[in-house]
């Protein structure tokens, strides 16, 4: 039995002249939260479409594992095929109540009967809506739709989840629980696929990320091993106590020297002008350095030994969401540059 629960191959959708999705190789594997990430306009929606068989392919095919274990061709099942559960952007409702909306959504999947209503009140009290059960969901508001959006993705406890969007109109405290819940369906052994342009969101919860630009696949690989190509790395270190603003140039100039050996010798000016930043607002010490692991261990020795009695380090790390960001500027950049390049020829 294959691990792979979808596989798309060659996959193209083309709208007369425009090309939205342009022959994309992609696979997710049971259990894989995989993150689909790219511009306004790049494919992502195309594609959440195309496997949720709202559209039709071009060319090329969607394959699904089924039930019975083994990847067939999704345009040849015809009946819904219940182990998959959807998010589209924007999601648009039936005037009905809460209850009616999601009971209806429940028995389309087949549902068992005797645990819709159970299960409509478990995910209403989780997602703070139970009490709206009962109220037309014209009146909801936009964070509280797509709060909705989300249950009826997952009413019928699906083992393919795909989420278009999933944080569009959620308040900060929302988007937390939905990633905590997202968390809890990876635990289960769920296998996820969302697509958003929200990089934190998704460098929270994904353990892949596809990177989509003019409907074409650029990279897909962990944000671990997409970093290796990363031109420039940092890490941020966080102070107990803010510096002085009168050590400040003294203290920058000799963290320079002494950590000189690790650093970007080839920072890009865009990014920064020097190495070594401090950020009085956050107590923060930003280091663009070479990214290597010996690099980050004897940077950290240095600042503890070195710096002892100019400051405490209290927190160490290298943020994978401006890793990603990085990742995801650079990636793009250089695949507009190779674009434009092939146009000229």
Same mark, same amino acid.
């Given at each position: 039995m294959s691990s792979i629960v979808i596989k798309l191959e060659n996959l193209t959708k083309k709208f007369r002249n425009l090309t939205a999705v342009n022959n994309v190789n992609l696979e997710v594997h049971?259990? *894989?939260?995989?993150?689909?990430?790219?511009?306004?306009?790049?494919?992502?929606?195309t594609t959440i479409k195309l496997?949720?068989?709202?559209?039709?392919?071009?060319?090329?095919?969607?394959?699904?594992?089924?039930?019975?274990?083994?990847?067939?061709?999704? $345009?040849?099942? $015809?009946?819904t095929i219940t182990q998959m559960g959807f998010l589209i +952007?924007?999601?648009?409702?039936?005037? @009905?109540t809460a209850y009616q909306l999601l009971k209806f959504y429940a028995k389309l999947q087949n549902y068992p009967k005797d645990k819709i209503d159970n299960r409509i009140n478990e995910l209403l009290d989780l997602f703070k809506l139970l009490e709206w059960k009962n109220e037309k969901?014209?009146?909801? $508001?936009?964070?509280?739709?797509?709060?909705?959006?989300?249950?009826?993705?997952?009413?019928?406890?699906?083992?393919?989840?795909?989420?278009d969007e999933p944080q569009t109109g959620l308040d900060p405290k929302a988007r937390i629980n939905?990633?905590? #819940?997202?968390?809890?369906?990876?635990?289960?052994?769920?296998?996820?696929?969302?697509?958003?342009? @929200?990089?934190?969101?998704i460098s929270e919860v994904c353990d892949k990320i596809a990177l989509i630009? #003019?409907? $074409?696949? /650029?990279?897909?690989?962990? /944000? +671990?091993?997409? *970093?290796?190509?990363?031109?420039?790395k940092e890490l941020n270190c966080q102070l107990l106590d803010p510096i002085p603003l009168g050590n400040l140039g003294f203290l920058v100039d000799k963290l320079i020297e002494k950590l000189e050996p690790f650093l970007d010798q080839n920072l890009d000016p865009n990014i920064s002008k020097i190495p070594v930043i401090y950020n009085a607002k956050n107590q923060g010490i930003k280091i663009f #350095? +070479?990214?290597?692991?010996?690099?980050?261990?004897?940077?950290?020795?240095?600042?503890?030994?070195?710096?002892?009695? +100019?400051f405490t380090v209290i927190s160490f790390t290298q943020p994978k969401t401006s890793q990603l960001e990085r990742i995801y500027s650079q990636l793009i950049t250089e695949n507009n540059t190779q674009i434009k390049t092939n146009k000229r020829r």
């Amino acid at each position: 039995m294959s691990s792979i629960v979808i596989k798309l191959e060659n996959l193209t959708k083309k709208f007369r002249n425009l090309t939205a999705v342009n022959n994309v190789n992609l696979e997710v594997h049971k259990g *894989e939260t995989v993150g689909l990430v790219g511009p306004n306009g790049a494919g992502k929606t195309t594609t959440i479409k195309l496997i949720a068989k709202l559209l039709r392919p071009t060319s090329g095919r969607i394959l699904i594992n089924t039930n019975h274990g083994v990847l067939q061709d999704l $345009s040849e099942i $015809s009946r819904t095929i219940t182990q998959m559960g959807f998010l589209i +952007d924007i999601p648009a409702f039936y005037d @009905m109540t809460a209850y009616q909306l999601l009971k209806f959504y429940a028995k389309l999947q087949n549902y068992p009967k005797d645990k819709i209503d159970n299960r409509i009140n478990e995910l209403l009290d989780l997602f703070k809506l139970l009490e709206w059960k009962n109220e037309k969901v014209k009146t909801f $508001s936009k964070g509280m739709r797509q709060k909705l959006g989300i249950i009826q993705a997952i009413i019928h406890e699906p083992e393919i989840i795909i989420l278009d969007e999933p944080q569009t109109g959620l308040d900060p405290k929302a988007r937390i629980n939905i990633r905590k #819940y997202i968390r809890e369906l990876q635990k289960q052994g769920k296998t996820i696929f969302v697509a958003s342009h @929200m990089l934190y969101e998704i460098s929270e919860v994904c353990d892949k990320i596809a990177l989509i630009n #003019y409907g $074409s696949i /650029i990279a897909f690989d962990t /944000i +671990d091993n997409l *970093e290796i190509g990363l031109k420039t790395k940092e890490l941020n270190c966080q102070l107990l106590d803010p510096i002085p603003l009168g050590n400040l140039g003294f203290l920058v100039d000799k963290l320079i020297e002494k950590l000189e050996p690790f650093l970007d010798q080839n920072l890009d000016p865009n990014i920064s002008k020097i190495p070594v930043i401090y950020n009085a607002k956050n107590q923060g010490i930003k280091i663009f #350095y +070479d990214g290597t692991k010996n690099s980050r261990g004897q940077i950290l020795k240095t600042l503890v030994k070195e710096f002892e009695s +100019d400051f405490t380090v209290i927190s160490f790390t290298q943020p994978k969401t401006s890793q990603l960001e990085r990742i995801y500027s650079q990636l793009i950049t250089e695949n507009n540059t190779q674009i434009k390049t092939n146009k000229r020829r």
